[in-house]
């Protein structure tokens, strides 16, 4: 290459290229130094007049350019490019130096840049006297949401769950292990499912008495992947054709939003045997359709859950609409155990356990309030004021279980009969 070149500070007096070109010469040279900034980045940096240095041959062609933007006393390199028919001859030393000055006149101290190994003009950084760190890794993802998916979840009473909330799900350790390994696991390292030839579950159906958490664990799972969470209700969608348009439409929308978990409880509500219910037969018919053709993309959870399996129409049961049924039923008595050390630490866990079958969660912090009201009492007559193992005890004999003995029987079946693990 023999034609001339020389180097500019966008800027200058001298004719520079406008922005339309940068950004050319980023898509013509393929890579651009600056990894983990996108071309919107860069656009906007010169848009607002960031430091700049370009490269233009002698003709006025655009050959090389360097963006940064300044932040204190660092300057973050954006893009580093140079047009494939002009490498080798020194613009990129040359551009770096001249972006080194402009930099220093801007209050700016040090320069960084994320070079990906093997970067035309890699040289330049090591020449320009740029020190490379070893043991730095570059971590990137993408946001949860682009502000369009985040209208369409706030639309419908959705959010991104805070952090915590799966380990936060006690006394459910056997149906919470098997939800992390079936069901978060696969969707969190999708690769290594891909490599195995594992599909991850995109439609799981939770079944079990009321108040054994499975709504909890819908929102849970939301919260351990960082994915948004909507809840649909069955009550505000309507019965009939109406209901089941409604539902079309709700999940036509929500299937436009990646790293969702759509939540419907109640599922026997619209999903009912069409044969004990034919009013039920529109919705049962579109859930059919929906549910395949909501799996079909990735990056997406269907949770539906139930207190009556027996009751849903048997086609929705079948392979193909469900990867999981999963059965959540009242804490066992180690899971209990738990419970009650956590909840309940003045009493015995394995005494209180023994004593507590059918009671979930919710029973246990219901037992530590009445425990305590009983020791205030207490208190208030002058005596300590501390909780005991009696308290705990006399609290337990006065609160009802949520899972009553014929429920958890029946439950027992349904788990032998309707489990797809």
Not at 7 to 19: E, F, I, N, Q
Not at 55 to 71: F, K, T, W, Y
Not at 83 to 109: K, N
Not at 342 to 368: C, I, K, M, N
Request: charged share 25%; glycine share 8%; aromatic share 6%.
């Amino acid at each position: 290459m023999t034609e001339s070149w020389r180097v500019l500070t966008l800027g200058d007096r001298d004719p520079v290229a406008p922005v339309e070109e940068v950004v050319r010469l980023i898509d013509l040279a393929g890579t651009a130094t600056g990894a983990a900034y996108s071309r919107s980045d860069v656009v906007e940096a010169l848009h607002e007049h960031q430091p700049a240095v370009v490269a233009l041959s002698s003709a006025g062609e655009l050959v090389g350019a360097v963006i940064a933007r300044v932040a204190g006393p660092d300057a973050h390199v954006l893009a580093f490019v140079l047009h494939p028919g002009w490498r080798h001859l020194g613009i990129g030393s040359a551009l770096l130096r001249q972006l080194d000055q402009e930099v220093i006149h801007r209050g700016s101290s040090r320069l960084l840049a994320v070079v990906p190994s093997g970067q035309a003009g890699e040289d330049a950084f090591v020449n320009q006297g740029f020190t490379r760190l070893e043991g730095l890794h570059l971590f990137a993802r993408d946001a949860s949401m682009v502000p369009e998916e985040l209208a369409i979840v706030e639309r419908f009473g959705g959010s991104v769950p805070r952090d915590g909330l799966w380990e936060s799900m006690m006394g459910f350790s056997k149906a919470k292990e098997l939800l992390d390994r079936r069901v978060v696991a696969p969707l969190a390292h999708t690769e290594l499912a891909d490599r195995l030839g594992l599909r991850p579950p995109a439609a799981v159906l939770l079944f079990g008495p009321p108040g054994t958490g499975k709504t909890s664990f819908a929102r849970a799972i939301a919260s351990r992947l960082s994915w948004a969470f909507v809840e649909l209700h069955p009550s505000l969608l309507g019965q009939g054709v109406e209901g089941a348009r409604a539902l079309r439409d709700a999940l036509a929308e929500l299937g436009r939003v990646d790293r969702l978990v759509t939540f419907i409880d109640e599922a026997d509500e619209i999903a009912s045997d069409r044969s004990e219910r034919p009013d039920s037969q529109p919705l049962v018919n579109e859930l059919l359709k929906a549910v395949p053709q909501f799996k079909s993309r990735p990056d997406r959870l269907m949770v539906m859950a139930t207190n009556s399996i027996a009751a849903i129409d048997p086609a929705l049961l079948r392979p193909g609409r469900f990867d999981l049924i999963v059965p959540v039923g009242a804490p066992d008595e180690d899971e209990r155990a738990e419970l009650a050390a956590e909840f309940l630490p003045a009493g015995d866990p394995a005494v209180v356990a023994a004593r507590t079958p059918g009671f979930t969660p919710a029973d246990f912090a219901l037992v530590a309030q009445r425990a305590a009201q009983l020791a205030f009492d207490r208190a208030l007559d002058g005596q300590a004021a501390a909780v005991i193992a009696d308290d705990i005890l006399a609290a337990v004999d006065a609160t009802r279980p949520s899972v009553s003995a014929e429920s958890a029987e029946r439950f027992a079946g349904e788990a032998a009969t309707f489990a797809r693990l």
